[in-house]
């Protein structure tokens, strides 16, 4: 099996997370939709832990590549701070999916220690980033009402993947732009 395949893979197998949950594939329907066999997919991901793994850490690296991307091109926090509901959104792809994390958090019983680790990992790394731009947003005045920056993180996150779970539910991205709008209102540049 070569990169490509692998690439292949695992893009199959996050879309199939993401919109159908941890459970809700197997290698065999992997194996079919890419037309190779199951021992194919063995190969290089021995277990779905193991497939489960290599997709929470690729997934880690382009949100962090995401995020720094977001701080580089925008300088004020409302700026980035509309950038990152808007990376939110797009990861929605009209209502069909939901980012990793959430999927993964839903179907947390099916997943290995280390995965449930990963995911914390990855929600502490956007709660950091959420903190250090509510708290940039205190100094440049772009984000209106800041009470207390990690409370304020986290109830950012906590909004962006409950507007992650009613866009889905309802296959419709409206949903989410509705449960972001005061989020979006508050952004002053």
Known sequence: MNRDTRTALMDLAEHSVR???FDGFSYADLAEAIGIRKASIHYHFPTKANLSEALIE???TH???GLAEIKTTHSSAGERF???IALYRSALHDGQTVCLCVAFSICRESLSEAVISRVGAVRTMVL???MAMFE???RDGT???IQNSTDEA???LATLEGAHLAARTEEDPAVFDAATRLLNARCQG
């Open 136 to 138: 940039r947003g205190q």
């Open 58 to 60: 690729r997934y880690q």
């Open 63 to 65: 949100l962090q590549h």
């Open 82 to 84: 509309k950038a990152l």
């Open 128 to 130: 950091q980033w959420l």
């Open 143 to 145: 984000i209106v009402a």
């Open 154 to 156: 986290r109830t950012t």
């Open 19 to 21: 919109s159908r949950g």
